[in-house]
């Protein structure tokens, strides 16, 4: 029988054995989410997973960890009393992986590259508050905020923000190439888009990284059946993302095929929510998308699809962290047709609304389609609505998206950093996280800001409820579930459970194979 061990994201005990090396070849992981792209200007979604191990961010995660410490940089640290001027120096030394110098100029010209390009997918929009970066000899860096900003150093934490060299990476434009010059503990040996990524030891890397393994190789499924049909073959180590909620069934009460496997379970602060179009006659309604929200059965989705590997979720804000409110529970209590009816015919609707759901086949696990077959029918059940069901590969499906092509679509989001704001911030303004304009002032220009302006979380719950009440209010994002992360492990394996940072990517450094037992 598979066991099953529970984690903690910040702290861990060693599975049994030792800590081995590589003479069995490179560790291998398997995943559903594949990069979209290798350029970090270009990608604010799952293909931080890649560059978390293969750029450099200046701060960053050490294992236990659960707030910014230095990586690239020596020390950080915000040089005034309103939280708008950040300090940081260089370790000394640093290079990228083909030799090259890491300086203060390398540094400024990585963070000024994110905004001149302002990539319709890129982390551009997590720099608002970024007026200008100066730069002080070879090892010092000073970001000058234009207002305070509290999360600025979880920012510099993200690998949206990773160090890039100069020399390889245009000023004003994405890199078009299938290479990777970083200076993370990895290098890219290889790459081929959607199958896999090759990773070597970085032998210039300098920075808090234990690296337990030399090599690691990522593949990339698109079914989650095949892939835990390749790790109880052996052509895999251990599984990150994408495990169908039936595998971890299966894994956690079968035995035979599971046997020599383990499953690993942790907390999750990752959400799954829908979005709404306003470009969409429909979707711009307020009375559908309240509908919507009074229809949706968030228990039978998490039980029904998820076999209650997921838990349902009635804020932006998952549980665990501060601010977290259950705001569509509180204003729209059980599922009822009939409120749902009430509220479309108060707004002069009587006709049967039609919407198209959007929905990507691959990024977040064979499940998604299910859920979205779900969500179907609980919508066309109420007798208010026609849905047409319509998907993508993610790579093809984030164009759509940034686009404005989808009337409804889904979305999971993993944080940024591990605070209330990441799961706010990110979705509302002209430019955010999802190619969808959702200027609402309220939030952007007075709580946000103010919340920042203080270094204290526990001290900005009462904005953070604020803002949540206005997204239920406007039902423009509608939370789903949230989630648990689920790793299959090859008992031979250690280090599964130290491999998670605080936004759930997997630092790869923390694997190794056992010698004994």
């Excluded at 890129?122 to 720099?127: D, I, S, T, V, Y």
């Excluded at 977290?324 to 609707?349: E, Q, S, V, W, Y």
């Excluded at 779900?374 to 609505?385: D, T, Y």
């Amino acid at each position: 029988m598979a066991a099953i061990v529970s984690i903690s994201l910040v702290s861990g005990c060693g599975l049994l054995g030792d800590e081995g090396s590589d003479e069995a070849g490179p560790i291998v992981v398997g995943t559903t989410s594949a990069p979209s792209t290798l350029d970090p200007a270009a990608a604010w979604d799952g293909s931080w997973e890649l560059f978390r191990n293969i750029y450099q961010t200046l701060l960053s995660y050490p294992n236990g960890a659960t707030t910014p410490q230095p990586d690239a940089a020596e020390s950080c640290k915000f040089t005034d009393s309103s939280s708008r001027v950040y300090r940081c120096e260089l370790r000394e030394g640093l290079k990228f992986s083909n030799g090259d110098p890491i300086d203060a100029k390398a540094v400024k010209y990585s963070i000024d590259r994110i905004k001149k390009i302002n990539a319709e997918t890129g982390p551009a929009g997590l720099l608002g508050s970024l007026d200008s970066v100066v730069t002080s000899g070879d090892r010092e860096v000073t970001f000058k905020l234009n207002k305070s900003d509290a999360t600025f150093p979880f920012v510099l934490a993200t690998p949206g923000m990773s160090l890039v060299d100069p020399d390889d990476y245009p000023a004003d434009a994405l890199r078009k190439d299938s290479g990777i010059v970083g200076s993370g503990p990895y290098r890219l040996e290889s790459y081929d888009e959607g199958k896999q990524a090759v990773l070597a030891r970085n032998g210039n890397y300098e920075g808090f990284a234990d690296r337990k393994n030399d090599a690691v190789t990522i593949r990339y499924f698109q079914d989650s059946g095949e892939m835990l049909k390749a790790l109880r073959a052996g052509d895999i180590d251990i599984t990150y993302q994408g495990l169908a909620a039936d595998d971890i069934v299966a894994l956690e009460t079968k035995g035979g095929e599971n046997e020599g496997i383990q499953l690993v379970e942790g907390a999750g602060s990752n959400i799954n929510y829908l979005v709404f179009n306003p470009k969409d006659p429909w979707s711009d309604k307020l009375a559908v998308r309240r509908a919507v929200a009074q229809v949706v059965d968030r228990d039978a989705i998490a039980h029904k699809v998820y076999k209650d590997t997921v838990d349902p979720l009635y804020s932006m804000v998952p549980t665990g962290l501060t601010g977290h409110t259950t705001g569509f529970f509180d204003d729209f209590g059980d599922p009822d047709p009939d409120k749902a009816r009430k509220i479309l015919t108060n707004a002069g609707i009587t006709e049967t609304v039609p919407l198209t759901l959007w929905y990507t086949t691959d990024r977040y696990g064979s499940d998604t389609a299910l859920e979205f077959k779900e969500l179907k029918r609980q919508l066309e059940g109420s007798g208010l609505f026609e849905v047409t069901l319509k998907s993508r590969p993610w790579n093809t499906y984030v164009v759509g998206y940034q686009k404005g092509e989808y009337p409804v679509f889904g979305r999971g989001w993993a944080p940024d950093f591990p605070d209330a704001d990441n799961f706010i911030a990110p979705f509302v303004g002209e430019q955010n996280a999802l190619g969808t304009p959702y200027p609402v002032k309220e939030i952007t220009d007075v709580l946000l800001p103010r919340s920042r302006e203080e270094s204290d979380r526990a001290n900005v719950v009462k904005d953070f409820e604020d803002a949540q009440q206005i997204l239920v209010d406007e039902a423009r994002l509608l939370p789903l579930w949230q989630g648990k992360q689920y790793l299959a492990v090859d008992e031979d394996l250690s280090g599964a459970e130290r491999s998670l940072d605080p936004s759930t990517i997997m630092m790869v450094w923390e694997l190794s194979r056992k010698t004994s037992w």
